[in-house]
């Protein structure tokens, strides 16, 4: 008896393969369980209720098969995260890019001409450009079931609405305790670096709670379920908002800085190229690395940018500090954010193995065998 199952779950898991990839991936494992499990339970009420049973199945198989494909040949599959498994096209791609490329611009333009008035002026009309392209693709991407080139412009809403409104009043309501724990007030050089340290990661900390509670409210409200159920099956998309909210945090690593132009450039072309690579791949081992390899350029030029350009600045004493001294003190809040960020954008790809494992053992030996 066992065998006999054996045998038509085998034949059962062959059939499974003339549906379309994206059925298949994700009803296959489920289809194939549950059959399991009806063909155990006919066959302890007989041969005559497993005749009916696999005739039952066997007569609908080849109408659901053509369903199937046809639904998936007028890119209606089943799956609803269907579009972010299919390459993107070339206006696709440069959506998504462009919330990485867009803000290039800006230094660019002083770099080339210097900080003249008109320049600062057509730079703050760029911003809010910007802001409005931002607003609008997160409209389109409501609108379009939250397409897989949408995903960055969400992260970076969301993060810096976060970082701006959320971690700075929470900061401030342990802001004390943390001073009074590292005995800030002696101004050494290890309190100083100790409290850059804190503030670094609570501010990667807060932000990824955040972003991951408001995730998890928007699967109550139906315009936005869409969206949990694409993070639901491809964690990675949770990876790319942490990402993306690096091209905020790149004007709080340089905030009041000057000359500091070339240095921003370099460190968004890495994150173009890490998102370009994340764009172009559907292996989630490579996106991930992609991720990962970006946001390490990309702190490594901060970092660099910052030890170089600190020593031009015009902030009087440095809070009380040489050039060598402050140095360490900014050096350690942006390794910081590094750490942090590789950490946060990890996280989900972990997450993102756990079902597997449970897929994996999800049908016992045991339950091959009739009782």
Not at 307 to 320: A, E
Request: with cysteine; net charge positive; glycine share 4%.
């Amino acid at each position: 008896m066992r065998v006999l199952v054996r045998i038509f779950v085998w034949l059962y898991a062959q059939s499974l393969k003339i549906y379309p990839s994206s059925f298949r991936d994700e009803y296959g494992e489920e289809m194939e369980m549950v059959f399991t499990m009806s063909v155990l339970s006919a066959m302890q009420n007989g041969c005559q209720s497993f005749i009916l049973y696999f005739w039952r199945e066997l007569k609908d198989w080849p109408a659901s098969v053509f369903r199937e494909h046809l639904k998936a040949k007028r890119g209606k599959s089943t799956n609803p995260d269907h579009l972010a498994w299919r390459p993107l096209n070339v206006k696709e791609l440069l959506t998504g890019l462009a919330l990485f490329v867009l803000p290039t611009i800006s230094p660019f333009l002083k770099l080339i001409f210097g900080y003249k008035p008109v320049i600062n002026n057509i730079v703050y009309i760029f911003t809010l450009t910007i802001l409005i392209i931002v607003l609008i693709i997160i409209v389109l991407g409501i609108k379009n079931g939250f397409p897989r080139w949408s995903i960055p412009y969400f992260g970076v809403a969301i993060t810096t609405i976060i970082m701006l409104q959320v971690v700075y009043p929470l900061w401030a309501l342990f802001v004390d305790n943390v001073r009074m724990m590292i005995n800030y007030s002696t101004r050494t050089l290890a309190a100083r670096i100790q409290y850059s340290v804190l503030l670094s990661s609570f501010f990667w900390l807060v932000s990824f709670m955040g972003l991951t509670l408001l995730i998890l409210l928007l699967m109550v409200w139906p315009r936005t379920r869409k969206l949990a159920q694409r993070i639901r099956q491809d964690w990675t998309l949770i990876s790319f908002m942490v990402y993306s909210a690096l091209v905020f945090d790149l004007e709080l690593i340089f905030e009041e800085y000057a000359y500091d132009e070339a240095w921003k450039i370099a460190s968004r072309i890495c994150l173009v190229v890490g998102a370009w690579i994340y764009f172009k791949n559907a292996n989630q081992r490579k996106r991930i690395l992609a991720l990962l390899a970006g946001a390490t350029l990309f702190f490594g030029i901060a970092a660099v940018g910052q030890w170089v350009v600190l020593p031009l600045q015009s902030w009087g004493d440095f809070y009380g500090y040489d050039h060598w001294t402050y140095r360490r003190v900014m050096l350690s809040g942006t390794l910081t954010g590094w750490v942090s960020a590789l950490l946060f954008m990890l996280i989900p790809a972990l997450i993102n193995l756990i079902p597997r494992l449970r897929k994996a053992d999800s049908i016992p030996e045991e339950t091959l065998t009739p009782a």
